[in-house]
């Protein structure tokens, strides 16, 4: 982890006693990862940004029942999942992202930006929940305790879930690689 001049532990003291700029320092560290975070849960910009605001406002509300100041990651990141599934019931009550399957065309060689999209095809063919672990883990960086402690669950369940997420990405990429992106 980079060493920082502040840590973010600092940062929630003094924003615990009514330190703003603190608390805006800790939004600007955080801020982006909440986003891509919840944009690849809900799949659209706008409402990611609409949650990010949320989920910063009720954390900044919120900041005294933090117990842990160490367990901030993981507390910011269970309140964006709490929101972003909160927004998914309203907008669709099955939860699911719908599964917008597109054939590969001719055999070529990929470039990073049709890689990249082929690998986001790939996640919205998972359940929201598998999705959901591969984001935390793959793309986030959380320990498998973070992740079970975001998603309120077993760590046997989330090492469950991203498993076979993880297999069953490697079974839809499997095309991609065959064509000559290694």
Known sequence: MIFREVEDRDLIAKARRGNVEAYNLLVSRWERRVYNYLLKLVGN???????SQDVFL?????????????????????????????????????GEVPDEAVRPGPAFRMLPMELNLAV??????LTRDQREVVVLKIYQ?????????????????????????????????APVQSRGVE
């Open 45 to 51: 910009r706008e409402d990611a940004l609409d949650l």
């Open 58 to 94: 009720k954390a900044y509300q919120n900041l005294s029942k933090l117990e842990d100041p160490e367990r901030f990651a993981p507390w910011l990141f269970r309140i964006a999942h709490n929101e972003a599934y909160s927004l998914m019931r309203k907008v669709r009550p099955d």
């Open 120 to 125: 986001e095809r790939a996640l919205s063919r």
């Open 141 to 173: 960086g959380f320990k498998f305790e973070e992740m079970a402690e975001v998603l309120n669950c077993p760590v046997s369940t989330v090492k469950s879930r991203l498993y076979t997420a993880l297999d069953l990405l490697k079974e839809t990429l």
